[in-house]
């Protein structure tokens, strides 16, 4: 350690004696070896200490931003030319949305899908249900009453005719629609589709073009499509088979009515009047199920189908959204970075908007020594290069907490708002910003 240490002392003696010797402080040698008298070294004098801090800044406005899409997409039509002035919520360009636009048909249709079904659970069995099952319960309690009282011929009689009249009623069931509903349907599928085969035609023949989706024939093709869908389900459901509950129904009176007549042709036991009596039990409750409507359990569950596919349509719409970029506040569209036709991809910038009624002057040349002396409203003057004679009052606006390493210095960003505006001011110009 010594080693070190001495040698570094002598060192620092020798610059120290050297400095003194160059400042005076060291008493002069005469050419006899006198020394001079004291009084005539001189004395150093110390630098004015500095009266502000001058900092070089930039003009920027007081409100800008870099807006991008939410979703990526190719740019299909551009609404506003840069340095256009646009209002808050004025579209600015749109994205190619023929998927988002099927997308939002889709979730459209299930939710009415899922609505109509809510509607049935909640509305109840319908009247002509209900009274089929009042029906079955009296054929049950008829049955009953005849086993118990034993087999009339009149009663056979009635047990036949019940038998054939609901026989009569599945077959109806299958005999479809009327001649005239019939020819009626047929004549609206028929139009339907020859409405979607001319819009097909004209579809085809721009079908080759970047912005088909754009086009009136991709609207005119997708509603002549709706609208063929839809005749043709309608058309169906005339021609369907009935609904499977109903026929179900049907086929158990007619079993039922079978049943009757087979019991009345022979002899009753205590066994066959037990199974009559548990058959009255069943129409019974099936009748009360009816009346009473569907469970709050089902209706929940229905409902909850409901709140799902409203919220995909919002999914699907809010998808549709995302393929137009809408200002978000007034202002004057400064850049532009796509062309109609290109890729822009989500997050990235493609517009730069800014309000240019009003500027502000930031800086990021202050360190760490200048800003302690820097705060909120001090009064700062202001001179711009690109503008000579220019000189505007201004006041602090914000000194941003954290700082940033530049060039190996810690330095922090200020914040200036000048008290009046000039309009031949532009964005980037260089501003010196002299603060207290």
């Known amino acids: 350690m010594k080693k070190i240490v001495l040698p570094a002392l002598g060192l620092a003696l020798v610059l120290i004696i050297a400095v003194l010797f160059v400042l005076g402080s060291v008493p002069a040698f005469g050419e006899k070896g006198e020394v001079a008298n004291a009084s005539e070294a001189a004395t150093p004098t110390l630098p004015p200490a500095p ?27 551009i609404l506003v030319e840069e340095g256009a002035t646009v209002e808050a919520g004025q579209p600015i360009l749109r994205l190619q949305d023929a998927h988002q636009r099927a997308a939002v048909a889709e979730a459209r249709a299930a939710l009415a899908s899922v609505e109509a079904q809510y509607a049935n659970l909640e509305a109840g069995a319908r009247s002509q249900e209900i009274a089929a099952a009042e029906a079955g319960l009296e054929g049950a309690r008829a049955r009953l009453a005849r086993l118990q009282e034993g087999a009339r011929p009149e009663g056979i009689a009635a047990a036949e005719a019940a038998l054939q009249a609901a026989q009569a009623t599945l077959d109806r069931l299958y005999e479809g629609p009327d001649e005239q509903a019939r020819i009626a349907a047929e004549a609206e599928l028929a139009n339907a589709e020859a409405v979607l085969q001319q819009a097909q035609a004209a579809y085809d023949v721009v079908a080759g073009r970047d912005d088909v989706g754009m086009l009136p024939e991709s609207l005119q093709l997708q509603q002549a499509t709706n609208a063929y869908e839809a005749t043709r389900a309608r058309y169906d459901a005339l021609f369907d088979e009935p609904e499977a509950h109903v026929v179900a129904g049907a086929r158990a009176q007619i079993k039922e009515a079978q049943a009757t007549l087979e019991l009345l042709r022979k002899p009753v036991t205590a066994n066959e009047i037990d199974e009559a009596e548990a058959m009255v039990r069943q129409a019974e409750a099936e009748r009360d199920l009816l009346q009473a409507g569907a469970r709050s359990e089902d209706l929940d569950a229905a409902a909850a189908a409901v709140d799902q596919a409203r919220a995909a349509v919002q999914q699907a719409e809010a998808g549709l959204a995302d393929t137009e970029l809408r200002a978000p506040f007034s202002g004057t569209l400064a850049r532009l970075y796509v062309k109609v036709g290109e890729l822009a991809a989500p997050g990235a910038p493609v517009v730069v908007l800014a309000d240019l009624s009003s500027w502000q002057i930031e800086t990021d040349d202050l360190t760490e020594l200048d800003v302690v002396s820097v705060a909120e409203g001090d009064e700062v003057a202001l001179t711009f290069d690109a503008i000579p004679g220019l000189a505007l009052p201004g006041q602090v606006l914000r000194v941003k907490p954290m700082g940033e390493e530049k060039l190996g210095d810690v330095t922090y960003t200020v914040v200036v708002v000048p008290h009046e505006q000039d309009s031949r001011l532009k964005w980037g110009m260089t501003a010196v910003v002299t603060l207290p």
């Open 51 to 77: 009266r502000g801090v001058v900092a070089e800044g930039v003009v920027v406005p007081e409100r800008h931003a870099a807006l991008s899409m939410a979703a990526g997409g190719v740019v299909a039509e």
